[in-house]
């Protein structure tokens, strides 16, 4: 029964998480397109589809082929031409890697936030390249950036509790490094066609580190707020919960007998009745 509104959700998921931004604003000028063409969509738009879509589905043998679908689905409805095979495959990878790390995050709180990184970080960045003369732009880019660190911090310590704070070193550089990601995509995407495969690889790695500076210049404060806040959001959600119940007793429905060996049966036995004689009169008591 799960099945039933789980696929459809799941369905529905990897479009509106992947490529319903781009959908809607091409709504305006009639260009309307489900999957565009570009390398950085299809990647980045496609990965955080599936991690929605495996999320929902919690099965990997369902996630996998239903995000492969749906994928392949989209391209075929925008009109784009199978025979640009490049894109076509890194959609169905990204796809599928999202979907299958999503499935597993179902059972492990913290692979779901190592999954949930790279989308968190790749929405944080894309109100910047629209809104460039936005007054407040830093205070929103910062504070996108934190709550993006927050949630991920949470999620962590949704199944385990505080157990699962000792990831969230590890974590915040993989939140970090995704941003890093996100730009040597994009670096790969604006590459002139025909270029050289060592001096696009050298763009990425540019574009890689180069990302790293300036998110922890600018946000730095913001990424300890968020660590402060995730802080009382998990000790509020540990609280909220009923406390686990004791394991159950194996042996609570049988009696001693079936625990104590044949040799200590004399312990639930009755003790008999023991009986008081007279002192007996002996000749040598008489004198």
Do not use: H
């Not at 169905?92 to 979907?99: C, F, K, P, Q, R």
């Amino acid at each position: 029964m799960r099945y039933l509104w789980s696929i459809p959700a799941a369905a529905v998921a990897w479009f509106v998480g992947g490529f319903s931004a781009v959908y809607l604003k091409g709504l305006p000028s009639g260009t309307t397109i489900f999957v565009p063409p570009r390398l950085d969509l299809l990647l980045l738009g496609g990965f955080a589809g599936g991690v929605l879509a495996g999320l929902l589905v919690a099965r990997v043998r369902a996630a996998l082929p239903l995000v492969l679908i749906v994928a392949a689905g989209a391209w075929w409805l925008t009109g784009n031409p199978w025979q640009e095979r490049d894109l076509l495959i890194s959609l169905l990878v990204a796809s599928a890697v999202g979907g299958v790390l999503g499935a597993l995050g179902t059972r492990s709180s913290v692979v779901a936030a190592f999954a949930l990184a790279l989308p968190l970080a790749w929405y944080a960045l894309r109100p910047a390249g629209q809104l460039t003369d936005f007054r407040w732009l830093w205070q929103l880019n910062g504070l996108l950036v934190g709550v993006g660190l927050a949630l991920l911090l949470y999620v962590a310590c949704w199944l385990r509790g505080w157990r699962s704070a000792y990831f969230w070193v590890p974590l915040t550089a993989w939140y970090l490094a995704s941003f890093g990601v996100v730009a040597a995509v994009q670096a790969v995407d604006r590459a002139p066609t025909g270029q050289a495969f060592n001096p696009t690889v050298d763009a990425a790695m540019d574009a890689f580190f180069n990302s790293l500076g300036p998110i922890l210049r600018e946000y730095g404060a913001w990424l300890v707020v968020a660590v402060l806040l995730a802080i009382p959001m998990v000790a509020l959600k540990l609280r909220a919960l009923p406390p686990v119940p004791p394991p159950p007793d194996p042996y609570a429905d049988r009696t001693n007998d079936a625990v104590l060996g044949d040799d200590l049966d004399w312990i639930d036995r009755d003790e008999p009745r023991r009986r008081l004689f007279s002192r007996r009169n002996t000749p040598e008591s008489a004198v």
